[in-house]
Structure formats: structure tokens, C-alpha cells
């Protein structure tokens, strides 16, 4: 008899996967941050290469969310974004998020993190204008829903 496993929760996959030092994780993603302001100087740039980062990042994270989480296929494009909001980010970050700011034709939302641990120890100069610091976790998004939409 088959046994029909069904969709985990985030806090249930977060709570049984290795994690790394959150202050290690935030320090070293600042880390990263600064080197590209010290090596790119153009914040749009910066802002580029993060993205950039988070969609290569996205491309194979999708794969392991896709084994731990048991998630079958979202019916439309709420669905994604709340599955990506309460699973997503709770198994990768350990924190909440919810999904507000829908557009009239449900194609566009904001995704906003309760308690954004890549934030933690955080203090931008004014030289930093314009720099989108968690742009990463946008390329994230990205590359992951580009991997699993239909073609």
C-alpha cells in the first residue's frame, strides 16, 4: 500500500535541516556586500551582480525545496507566492514572510519578510544611496520560479 505524502510546512523543514550561525551568515553575506561596492564602486552595479547572485543561487535551490517540501504544482500565481512567503522562507531563513500589495490583475505582489536575518548588524554610509542590499534574495525568486514555470 502506498503511502501519500503530503506538502511539509516550513517550520517542519527548518527545524530538520543542518543550519549555519545566523551572525555568521549575516556577517558573511555583509562581507560579500561590501567587497562588491569596493570592486563594482557603481551601486547599480552592485545591485546587478547581487541579483545576479540570487538567480544563480535560485537555479539550484529549487531542487532541494522541491525534495524537502513534498509542495505539489501551485493552481496560479497566489498560490506560488504564498508557498514561497510561509514554505520557502522558513525552510531557507527561518522567517516569516507575507504576501500584500496585489495589483488589480494578480500579477504583481510584495513579499515582505517579518524579520530579515541578512539585515541584522546593518549600517549603510549615504554613499550607499540606491543600493537594493537584499537584491539577492530577489534573484533567488527568480531563478527558482524560472526553473519550475512552464515553457
Do not use: H
Not at 553575506?29 to 543561487?57: C, F, H, P, S
Request: hydrophobic share 45%.
Amino acid at each position: 500500500m502506498s503511502r501519500v505524502v503530503g506538502p511539509r510546512s516550513g517550520d517542519a523543514i527548518f527545524a530538520s535541516v543542518e543550519r549555519v550561525n545566523a551572525e555568521l551568515f549575516t556577517l558573511t553575506y555583509g562581507a560579500i556586500v561590501r567587497q562588491l561596492l569596493t570592486d563594482l564602486e557603481e551601486v547599480d552595479e552592485v545591485n546587478k551582480q547581487l541579483d545576479q547572485m540570487g538567480y544563480n543561487i535560485g537555479i539550484r535551490l529549487i531542487d532541494e525545496f522541491l525534495a524537502k517540501s513534498n509542495v505539489t504544482r501551485c493552481v496560479d500565481f497566489r498560490e506560488t507566492a504564498e508557498v514561497i512567503a510561509k514554505v520557502g522562507f522558513k525552510m531557507f531563513l527561518g522567517v516569516t514572510a507575507s504576501v500584500t500589495n496585489w495589483d488589480a490583475d494578480g500579477t504583481c505582489c510584495s513579499i515582505v519578510l517579518e524579520d530579515n536575518p541578512l539585515v541584522d548588524f546593518v549600517e549603510l554610509p549615504d554613499t550607499c544611496q540606491g543600493l537594493y542590499y537584499c537584491n539577492i534574495l530577489s534573484g533567488v525568486i527568480r531563478g527558482a520560479l524560472e526553473m519550475v514555470s512552464p515553457l
